[in-house]
């Protein structure tokens, strides 16, 4: 969290945006959180709003805000707030990798109309601890942006003895949403503060903010159909 949170104050700093950074779920009410453009979930893992909150986030999302969600955003923590899971998500975590748990892997792009991945090249690579979900959210209309080559590296975990084959075949790792008048973006990278150094993922979560804060209607039209 704390690389990241390093990493997207410079970002926001170059756009000339304001941050401000909180663990405390009581700013999720409707008239603070009237004050931003868009949410990041920044590595944020458990139960963390009360359903006051979590009704506060989901009426000013679908109003026109903007969310990122960064890694753990996307686990099996969140797995009580069908909303959350249903409309930013759009996938249930199986597990990650382990033996060993970061690993190199090849990524591809594609959907390339979509602002998010503006400057980012076709393949590229990324050293992560690795996600996997039941099915790709593709499957629920979600909008992808970025797979992984399941060949490029270990999906398995191995932990006590056991082995665990996490292969999804179509494994997406970035993927964008529409939830009423808002938006949304989910990455899976960022477990080490290493990660947010990548220039991939760095730029990736800049054009991700830069759209979500923008609004109208561009990523969320034809161009950017799953």
């Known amino acids: 969290i704390e690389g990241g949170s390093r990493v997207i104050g410079e970002i926001a700093d170059g ?17 603070d959180l009237q004050r931003f453009a868009a949410v990041v979930f920044l590595n944020a893992s458990g139960d963390m709003l009360n359903e006051s909150q ?19 955003a996307g686990d ?37 109309g979509h602002p998010v991945l ?8 990324h050293e992560e601890e690795w996600y996997s979900w039941a099915k790709s959210p593709r499957t629920e209309g979600f909008h992808i942006l970025a ?15 056991s082995e665990t084959d996490l292969s999804m075949g179509d494994h997406p790792v970035v993927w964008s949403n529409c939830v009423g008048s808002g938006r949304s973006v989910y990455a899976a ?10 220039s991939q993922v ?14 109208g209607e561009e990523g969320c039209t034809a161009a950017s159909a799953p």
């Open 76 to 112: 099996s923590s969140h797995a009580g707030w069908q909303w959350y899971r249903d409309n930013l998500v759009g996938a249930d975590f199986t597990a990650h990798i382990m033996g060993p748990q970061f690993q190199r892997a090849t990524v591809v792009s594609e959907n390339h």
């Open 15 to 31: 756009h000339g945006w304001g941050v401000f950074h909180t663990e405390n779920g009581a700013v999720f009410n409707a008239g």
């Open 202 to 215: 760095r730029r990736i979560i800049s054009n991700a903010l830069a759209w979500l804060i923008s609004g």
């Open 54 to 72: 979590e009704r506060a986030f989901q009426t000013w999302l679908e109003s026109g805000g903007g969310w990122l969600g960064i890694h753990a």
């Open 118 to 125: 503006a400057g980012i090249p076709d393949i590229w690579q």
């Open 147 to 161: 797979t992984l080559d399941e060949d490029s590296y270990s999906p398995v975990q191995k932990i006590w003895g």
């Open 189 to 198: 990278m960022g477990h080490r503060a290493s990660a947010f150094e990548q």
